[in-house]
C-alpha cells in the first residue's frame, strides 16, 4: 500500500506482476486519513522535510548534553594534540556513542601520530567502535585542513 501524499488521497495499490493496469484505489474512508489521528506519523514527515542541519538540532538524541566543555578544551587542529588532547578526545567520543570502555595506553600518541593511523590500526586497538573514531578523527582532520 502507497502512503498518500496529500491528506485527502486514498492510498492504492497495484500488483507488480500485473503492471500499472492493475492499479486501484482501495476503499478506505478519508476520516481514516485526517490528521488529529496520525499525527506521529505526520510529525515524523515535517521533521524529515527540514532541512538537514535543522533535523540534527532538534533530535535530542544527536545533541550533547554537558560533554561539549571537554571538546571545547581540545584544539581544532588534530595534528596540534597533545597526549592529553587525544585521551580527552577519546573520552569524548565515546561517553557521546556510548563506546565499551577504551583503554587510553593504546593511543599515547599525540596528534600527528594519529594522523599517521589507518583504519585498521584504529580498528586493532578498539575493536567495537574503531571505526568510529576514525571517521571522527578524519572529519576533524579534513575540517582542519580545509577549512
Not at 573520552?91 to 557521546?96: A, D, K, M
Request: proline share 7%.
Amino acid at each position: 500500500m502507497l502512503c498518500p501524499v496529500e491528506r485527502s488521497a486514498l492510498p492504492s495499490m497495484a500488483w507488480p506482476d500485473r503492471g500499472l493496469s492493475s492499479l486501484s484505489v482501495l476503499p478506505t474512508p478519508s476520516k481514516i486519513w485526517e490528521k488529529q489521528k496520525y499525527t506521529s506519523i505526520y510529525k515524523m514527515f515535517e521533521d524529515y522535510s527540514k532541512p538537514r542541519h535543522a533535523r540534527k538540532a532538534s533530535n535530542p538524541l544527536l545533541t550533547s548534553h554537558g560533554t561539549e566543555s571537554n571538546e571545547s578544551n581540545i584544539p581544532l587542529d588534530p595534528r596540534q594534540w597533545s597526549r592529553e588532547d587525544v585521551a580527552r578526545w577519546i573520552q569524548h567520543v565515546s561517553t557521546t556513542h556510548h563506546l565499551p570502555a577504551v583503554h587510553l595506553d593504546r593511543f599515547a600518541m599525540n596528534g600527528k601520530a594519529l594522523c599517521l593511523m589507518s583504519m585498521d590500526m584504529f580498528v586493532s586497538r578498539v575493536p567495537l567502535g574503531g571505526k568510529l573514531l576514525y571517521k571522527d578523527f578524519q572529519l576533524k582532520l579534513s575540517r582542519a585542513l580545509y577549512s
